[in-house]
């Protein structure tokens, strides 16, 4: 349904995302995982044609035998909401404090030309018991500042649902939310995926969540695809030396009797970039060859970009 | 929001004013105690009476009649002038902030720094010049200042509410730019421009009296307090209440409005945007 071929982002001519490729099947969920400033959202955003001035893409972005990166903004205005449904990492500031609650559900639906406001508002109540929200029908009149943040995180998960999309893009969308939230949240968008048999892409700078909710991998770092593979095959046995060092990271990980272990260092700003691989410089197997040269495909159980993959040293 | 507006003195005082003004225009358009344009030369230059309220003029026209008038006229050039600029202005700054540093921008902010390079009154006195003195033409100069004065609040305005992320939610829903204008940015500058068009709403009829004054904004028989204030200049040892009523009712009116628009400041906050 989705398939987004050698996807590439600059920005005056800094590399932003370098040659990404990845498809996501109708029901089925891909996780896209990262470190802060790996450039998780400017690839969601790329696929929405939302990408912020200045920003260039190339490539192929295929959504049902259509390339969106082709399309005008009008026509991508007739995807966006209806077809390709997107939520965020912060709940507390992207709904409008002017509007009610179910109008701003409800407007998706007239805006797409789906219902009359009479019916979308009826609809909208329906969607908004269906994310859980309590006492629906009192609900739909309160303003968001009234709501807490798992609410308004529901209600922003009911708009992006309203139009019935074939995609969901959640780009952190527990991210900024407390623990027990989080939780309940993502099993909620993991039954709704279940149920309307959407395509979900899901971003992640953590490697626990992802895990909970996603089939399958792909890791970024530094605008290049690392690795990627079935979750459960990636968490088990990682073979990429910066998916190890993120399973390392976790407070469960699941290597036994291994402490947390930040990876030291911090993601490189794009311009301070080599050719080569972009973990060049914080991995512990790193030599003059990943510092030049983009490093190759390595096929096994999952598919790494690395000269020395394998397993811990 | 309405207990704060309610506690809120300047607000209170100033919407108190500004209804008062507002009712006495509403009842001049009716009814005047006389015809304010009757002139009776063997009534002139009366004090204050039980049948001529506030006195009467040079020409033994009644005071009182003419000043409701003159209400009337100075919250036309109010309303009319305001709206003029709010209505050009607010639609040039969001299209300029749409465009933010595009050609198009640049050029209507350009025109507004220009105009505002001008003091006003001598804006209008320009303006004047070439249309001819007169009511309709002086509410059009000073509306057209008006405009730089709105496009730029709104352009600061809609900048600020479109890096919102209920602009990008949005636009990821489907929205087009008119659409997110329409229905997310200007009802998100609506309490910056009310606090806005409250004081050039003050400068707009303190302009009249000003253009009036000088004799090139509203013409006789039409009544204006710029004019009366003029014309009582040549009597005021003989009467100088002649001076004192168009003169209290600029103040008490442009007073009225900047402390409406100081009170709405505060009650609607439009400094955070959001209620
Ligand atoms: N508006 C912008 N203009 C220029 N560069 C940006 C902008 N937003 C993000 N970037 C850069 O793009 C890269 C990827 O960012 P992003 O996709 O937001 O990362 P992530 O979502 O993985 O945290 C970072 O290097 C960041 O500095
Ligand atoms: S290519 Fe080299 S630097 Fe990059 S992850 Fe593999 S070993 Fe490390
Ligand atoms: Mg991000």
């Known amino acids: 349904m989705l398939s987004v071929e050698h996807l590439r982002i600059t920005f005056r001519d800094l590399p932003i995302l370098r040659d990404l490729s990845f498809s996501i099947d109708r029901g089925e969920a891909l996780g896209l995982v990262g470190e802060s400033g790996s450039g998780k959202s400017m690839a969601a955003l790329a696929i929405m044609g939302l990408l912020p001035k200045g920003m260039k893409a190339s490539g192929r972005v295929m959504f049902e035998g259509e390339n969106l990166l082709a399309l005008d903004d009008a026509r991508l205005c007739t995807y966006r909401g209806r077809h390709i449904g997107m939520i965020f990492q912060e709940p507390m500031t992207a709904l409008n404090p002017v509007h009610r609650i179910g109008q701003q559900v409800a407007e998706t639906l007239v805006l797409h030309g789906l219902m009359n406001q009479s019916e979308a508002l009826r609809e909208a109540e329906r969607l908004l018991e269906r994310v859980g929200i309590d006492e629906p029908h009192r609900r739909m009149h309160s303003y968001p500042h009234e709501l807490s943040g798992g609410q308004r995180q529901r209600v922003m998960i009911a708009m992006a649902m309203a139009c019935k999309p074939g995609l969901l893009i959640a780009d952190e969308p527990t991210s900024a939310l407390d623990v027990t939230v989080q939780s309940e949240i993502l099993d909620l968008l993991q039954d709704l995926r279940l149920q309307e048999g959407m395509g979900t892409l899901f971003i992640s700078h953590d490697l626990a969540v992802i895990a909970k909710v996603a089939r399958h991998t792909l890791v970024l770092y530094g605008g290049a695809a690392m690795e990627t593979g079935d979750t459960l095959a990636l968490l088990r046995e990682p073979r990429h030396p910066y998916t190890q060092g993120l399973l390392a990271a976790l407070p469960h990980g699941r290597t036994r009797g291994t402490r947390l272990q930040p990876i030291p260092g911090f993601v490189p700003p794009a311009h301070q970039l080599a050719p080569g691989c972009p973990f060049y410089g914080r991995c512990p197997r790193g030599d003059s060859e990943c510092r030049m040269r983009p490093p190759p495909l390595t096929l096994a159980h999952t598919h790494a970009w690395c000269f020395h993959p394998g397993r811990r040293a | ?275």
């Open chain 2, 1 to 275: 929001m309405i207990h704060r507006a309610l506690r809120h003195p300047s607000f209170v005082v100033g919407l108190a004013i500004t209804l008062m003004v507002l009712l006495i225009a509403i009842l001049a358009v009716f009814w005047t105690p006389h015809d304010p344009t009757a002139i009776r030369i063997s009534a002139r230059l009366r004090p204050p009476s039980a049948t001529n309220w506030l006195g009467t003029d040079q020409f033994g026209r009644d005071v009182f009649s003419m000043l409701i008038l003159g209400a009337r006229n100075a919250l036309l050039v109010g309303i009319v002038a305001v709206g003029i600029g709010l209505s050009i202005g607010v639609a040039l700054g969001m299209v300029a902030a749409t465009g933010e540093g595009s050609l198009l921008d640049e050029g209507i902010m350009r025109v507004c720094d220009f105009t505002f390079a001008f003091p006003a009154v001598l804006t209008a006195i320009l303006i004047l010049t070439f249309l001819g003195p007169g009511l309709v033409n002086a509410i059009i100069a000073i509306g057209i200042f008006n405009i730089p004065v709105f496009a730029r609040i709104a352009r600061g305005a809609a900048l600020q509410v479109m890096a919102r992320d209920y602009i990008r939610a949005a636009r990821a829903a489907g929205r087009s730019t008119p659409g997110i204008l329409a229905r997310h940015v200007l009802p998100n500058i609506t309490g910056i421009l009310i606090v806005q068009a409250s004081v050039q709403f003050a400068l707009a009829i303190l302009a009249e009296a000003g253009l009036s004054y000088l004799g090139i904004g509203t013409q006789p028989p039409n009544p204006s307090w710029g004019r009366m204030l003029n014309d009582s200049q040549t009597f005021l040892a003989q009467a100088p209440t002649l001076a004192l009523f168009p003169g209290a009712a600029i103040a008490l009116a442009v007073l009225g409005f900047n402390m409406l628009g100081d009170g709405l400041r505060d009650v609607l906050d439009p400094k955070s945007l959001e209620r």
